[in-house]
């Protein structure tokens, strides 16, 4: 025999779409829990739990809104601006590290330092 536990919390939810449509909902998961039962133990009066199943919903105060909206065209162009940024910086950090490598191996070859 065994005993299973389920827990599903509940909370509900409002969407909002970008064409004003409501949509009412709930968000919910769910938690399994499995344990085994000795029938053995029960009946020497040992403590080893009941068989059976038991749910218990858990039906939250708070509801979850999420409303879709559009972004202006002016937050997308800052976007890219900062990824061709980014793009720039990290290109210019490995041109550096290049350089100066090149430079100091071009120094110990002229001193005659490389095997």
């Not at 970008?18 to 029960?42: F, R």
């Not at 980014?86 to 110990?108: L, M, P």
Request: proline share 3%; glycine share 8%; aromatic share 10%.
């Amino acid at each position: 025999s065994s005993g299973i536990n389920a827990e599903w919390p509940l909370r509900p939810g409002r969407y909002q779409k970008i064409n004003e449509e409501i949509v009412l909902s709930n968000q919910y998961s769910v938690t399994h829990h499995h344990k085994a039962i000795d029938l053995n133990k029960a009946a020497r009066g040992e403590q080893s739990g009941l068989p059976g199943m038991f749910v218990t919903y858990d039906i939250s105060p708070l509801m979850v809104e999420v409303i879709e909206h559009r972004r202006s065209f002016t937050h997308f162009l800052t976007g890219v601006c900062a990824i061709v940024g980014g793009v720039f910086t990290v290109a210019g950090i490995i041109d550096s590290f290049v350089y100066n490598s090149y430079r100091a191996f071009q120094k110990k070859l002229e001193l005659g330092k490389v095997n």
